[in-house]
């Protein structure tokens, strides 16, 4: 074994090339659309290797130069079609493929690659005067998707912590501390067509919609038409509306995509707020005649010094009836009471935000400015749910977070107001924003 991770080892590096030309070139060939390997031909064309030694040196190449054999595949598919049009090479026979000239392909493929030869220049102000710098396009998955899933392990959450540097250029900073810019029109339009899609379809009639419209801008008609079109085509690309089946007798055109309602459905998490409001009630009705908050007790803890199954230490496989304990829960001195709590009564007053600084139009408003309060509390409960389970976020990173459901003039507005009412609250006047306490009772409580 040691003999043939040796001349593995060599194989792999003065010849690296040649085992990097034989995987482009089966995985292209016979691979198929997902480029499956065939270990067979791979073993039968490099016998002193070894299958094991293989398998090593594509799972290192595989991750240490991904985007190497990505452009090196395509530059290959491009020689070889233009090399059979010229009938200078055959194409394989698939009903036999051990009979093809495997090692002949590979060679030819060492030989004509499909790329030019850069020479870098010397100078500094001739490589500026030459070639251009651009920032490599990075199209994976967003770290935070892969860091927050309930699925994800520990040493997963550590890699994914990890692929971004945890810092700001000061350029960024600069641009975060600037004063919010004004929306355009064509933003401003995209409120109002969504708040429209939430808007319900009998209560006001196609002229008082087409009124309203006219109040876009100050431009003309023909204008108006083409920014409309516009900010229609966006929030169908992003999925968040979609056509309808119209009325026989009319009917909107759009309506909000499944996905985006779907979606909305599940970040709201509108039965945990119910629940935890219809709690609270509970603890007001049981405790009306203290003036405390709660101490909870564990009162049945189960007795495991040796674990639960002895021998068995993989507790993420025991069931979670293994947890379940009995508590008892007494008020304390500082409990508070529902009409005891200011913020419940702040929020109350206040009211949600209806309008954005440039009369954009959220969508928990409808497009005649009437209250939606059932879809202001599924988007204020979805926000704060991702504060609480994400920790400090920036506007966009709110946007990000519960996308597509949120725009960036909304979550300001959520912002602002969370501070004046106090459901979020700041250290100091630059520290970031964190929730409240009684976040919580917030959302599902004051608007149904």
């Excluded at 007790?297 to 495991?304: E, K, L, R």
Aim: hydrophobic residues 40%.
């Amino acid at each position: 074994m040691d003999e043939k991770r040796a001349i593995a080892d060599q194989q792999t590096g003065a010849d690296s090339n040649e085992l990097v030309a034989a995987f482009v070139v089966i995985r292209s060939l016979l691979g198929g659309v997902d480029k499956v390997i065939d270990w067979g031909l791979l073993a039968r064309l490099f016998p002193t290797v070894g299958l094991p030694s293989l398998r090593r040196f594509w799972a290192r190449i595989r991750k240490e130069k991904a985007s190497f054999l990505s452009k090196a595949t395509q530059d290959f598919q491009e020689s070889l079609i233009a090399a059979i049009q010229a009938d200078e090479i055959a194409i394989p026979d698939y009903e036999r493929p051990l009979d093809y000239d495997w090692e002949g392909l590979i060679r030819w493929a060492m030989r004509h690659p499909n790329q030019e030869q850069l020479h870098l220049p010397r100078l500094r102000e001739k490589f500026h005067q030459e070639f251009k710098l651009e920032d490599d396009a990075n199209n994976s998955e967003d770290w935070k998707e892969k860091f927050f899933h309930p699925q994800s392990s520990v040493y997963s959450r550590f890699e994914a912590a990890t692929l971004q540097p945890g810092s700001l250029t000061i350029a960024e900073v600069t641009q975060q501390s600037k004063v919010q810019p004004t929306l355009g029109t064509v933003d401003i339009a995209r409120s109002w067509i969504r708040s429209l899609c939430c808007t319900s379809e009998t209560e006001y009639t196609p002229q008082d919609v087409k009124e309203r419209f006219s109040m876009l801008s100050q431009d003309t008609s023909q204008r108006n038409n083409l920014v409309l079109k516009t900010a229609i085509e966006q929030l169908t690309r992003e999925r968040v509306i979609c056509k309808s089946k119209r009325a026989p007798f009319g009917g909107r055109p759009y309506k909000l995509h499944e996905g985006y309602t779907s979606v909305l459905a599940k970040v709201a998490h509108r039965q945990k707020y119910l629940d935890a409001v219809a709690f609270k009630n509970d603890l007001d009705k049981a405790f009306q005649s203290t003036n405390e908050r709660i101490r909870i007790t564990a009162a049945t803890v189960p007795n495991i010094p040796f674990g639960f199954e002895p021998g068995n230490y993989e507790s993420r496989k025991y069931p979670k009836s293994y947890y379940h304990m009995d508590l008892d829960i007494q008020s304390t001195q500082s409990y508070l009471f529902n009409e005891d709590i200011d913020i419940l009564q702040v929020a109350q007053r206040v009211g949600p935000p209806r309008e954005g600084r440039s009369r954009e139009i959220p969508q928990w408003v409808d497009f005649f400015g009437k209250l939606d309060e059932q879809r202001w509390a599924d988007i204020l409960g979805a926000v704060c749910f991702a504060f609480n389970t994400r920790g400090v976020m920036s506007v966009k990173g709110m946007c990000d977070a519960i996308a597509p459901i949120l725009d960036v003039f909304e979550a300001q507005l959520i912002v602002s107001w969370g501070l004046e009412t106090g459901v979020f609250a700041r250290a100091t006047h630059r520290s970031n924003i964190t929730l409240g306490e009684w976040w919580w009772l917030v959302a599902q409580r004051l608007w149904n």
